[in-house]
């Protein structure tokens, strides 16, 4: 029961992390959207894809490993004091190299290097970056409660500073800003979970090759989750920054939505080794079978829902002249059931399980299919291009994690929970879609409405089923 209790704190506190990391471009969205309007936030995001490139092969999947190997040792305190010093160290010197190359190539010179020179800040944050260690103690709590207050005074600084499309550079400084601030107060956390080594026992360069491993998936990942934009903004033939813009903002309410579903993995890598470790074949099992359930019963109704609400959400949200991105949510939903269901077998049992070469196998297949997608339809399609091209990558990557855990899952069994949460999230979808047929003039009432109605309409349908997941959950809620 102790256990239980773990994994759902560790999940909630977990959740609140990443969406505090998307929080701060997302509440002011609304403001930013209409204030600096879709070609500057274009440049931001162009750019950013750029940095991102940097930080992965900086980081070269150090935190990824490091949060493993964290995990294996969480009892032995000399050990996981070692190996967190020879991983930072072997992070400083790997992420340093990166940002020196990134200076000498991109903030000498050309008409973003002012964007690029802000964001030196996003590169040394990601050096000083630790939350991988408290990752694999399963420790989320300090991790969140430290980085709220500083998201928040994020936030604000961009609603004081931020005024017109000139203040793109301010909009960057308060996003880098606050990323570094909230990497480094977490530091101050350290000393108690680790003692005095000495320099001389430290072996930092025998964690570079296993870190490298995980890295190839890592940075085939970043193929089509950074490189579209990248790609947008150089095949697009028309208004290709303010193509970037629609795309960039549709994609920050998916990966809001994936937040609530992929921060299970997170919290269960650490669980998953340590089980994994232990030899316990039957109690691993038993949580990848709640991890499929899960996965079915939030993303359903958050893929349909999305959809359902998409014409009425993107004028709320974004204001006028942002149009398209309510088609590109559309078509770009399905990838949020794709990701949970390659979530859940990538990182909650392959990583943790150490079958890295079938991890690698399905995100470099993935990666190359959407490359080569993106090449052929963005030229003709544009954002949509890029869309479609993300959407088949993500069903192969899922296709090729099924097959490659074939004989250590029963997929067909995992597949058959998906039964109660897709009819009702259906009725639910069909309910949202004829109350939109109602004449109501204001979008925010009619997406209030359907908000509230498919809510009550999904789990109401679920209660019907008397469904097994839901029942466990209300039962802790009511004990609680």
Not at 151 to 170: N, R, W, Y
Not at 382 to 398: C, F, K, N, Q, S
Request: with cysteine; aromatic share 14%; proline share 3%.
């Amino acid at each position: 029961m102790g256990r239980e209790k773990s994994v759902a704190k560790n999940y909630m506190y977990n959740m609140v992390y990443q969406i505090l990391i998307l929080i701060t471009p997302l509440i002011t969205t609304p403001y930013v959207s209409r204030t600096l309007g879709a070609g500057p936030i274009g440049r931001y995001s162009y750019t950013q894809s750029i940095v991102t490139y940097f930080i992965l092969v900086g980081t070269v999947g150090i935190a990824m490993y490091g949060e493993r190997e964290i995990a294996y040792m969480q009892d032995d305190k000399e050990r996981r004091s070692r190996t967190f010093w020879e991983i930072i160290i072997l992070r400083a010197i790997t992420v340093s190299i990166a940002l020196a190359v990134f200076c000498a190539i991109f903030v000498t010179g050309g008409k973003n290097r002012i964007l690029y020179a802000i964001q030196i800040v996003d590169i040394v944050a990601n050096m000083l970056d630790i939350s991988w260690f408290f990752q694999g103690m399963e420790d989320f709590k300090r991790i969140v409660m430290r980085n709220m207050f500083v998201k928040i005074v994020c936030v604000a600084m961009i609603f004081i500073f931020v005024k017109q499309p000139s203040d793109l550079p301010l909009y960057v400084v308060c996003y880098s800003l606050s990323l570094f601030l909230g990497n480094v107060s977490l530091w101050f956390y350290l000393p108690s979970y680790l003692v005095k080594v000495g320099v001389k026992s430290l072996k930092v360069f025998s964690h570079f090759m296993p870190a490298f491993i995980l890295f190839i998936p890592q940075i085939a990942t970043q193929v089509y989750t950074v490189l579209d934009k990248t790609m947008l903004g150089k095949l697009a033939v028309n208004n290709a920054m303010v193509q970037v813009g629609y795309y960039e903002q549709s994609q920050k309410i998916v990966k809001l939505l994936l937040t609530i579903i992929t921060s299970l993995g997170t919290v269960m890598l650490p669980r998953m080794a340590s089980i994994y470790a232990k030899k316990d074949t039957k109690l691993l099992n038993e949580y990848m079978d709640k991890s499929f359930r899960y996965t079915y019963m939030i993303g359903f109704p958050l893929m349909l829902g999305l959809i359902a609400v998409s014409q009425h959400f993107v004028p709320v949200f974004y204001g006028s002249g942002y149009e398209p991105v309510g088609s590109i949510l559309i078509y770009i939903s399905p990838i949020i059931i794709f990701i949970g269901l390659s979530n859940v077998i990538g990182t909650q049992y392959q990583i943790p399980t150490n079958k890295q070469r079938d991890y690698t196998l399905s995100v470099v297949v993935g990666a190359i299919t959407n490359f080569t997608l993106n090449l052929l339809l963005i030229p003709h399609m544009g954002y949509m291009g890029a869309v479609l091209a993300t959407d088949i990558a993500e069903l192969i990557v899922l296709y090729v994690h099924f097959y490659c855990v074939r004989k250590d899952i029963n997929i067909k069994k995992s597949l058959l929970y998906c039964k109660n949460y897709l009819i009702s999230a259906i009725i639910m979808f069909i309910s949202c879609v004829l109350i939109s047929f109602v004449n109501i003039e204001s979008h925010i009432i009619m997406l209030t409405i359907q908000i509230i109605i498919g809510v009550i309409v999904y789990f109401g349908m679920l209660f019907v089923f008397k469904d097994e997941l839901l029942r466990m959950i209300m039962n802790k809620l009511l004990k609680r």
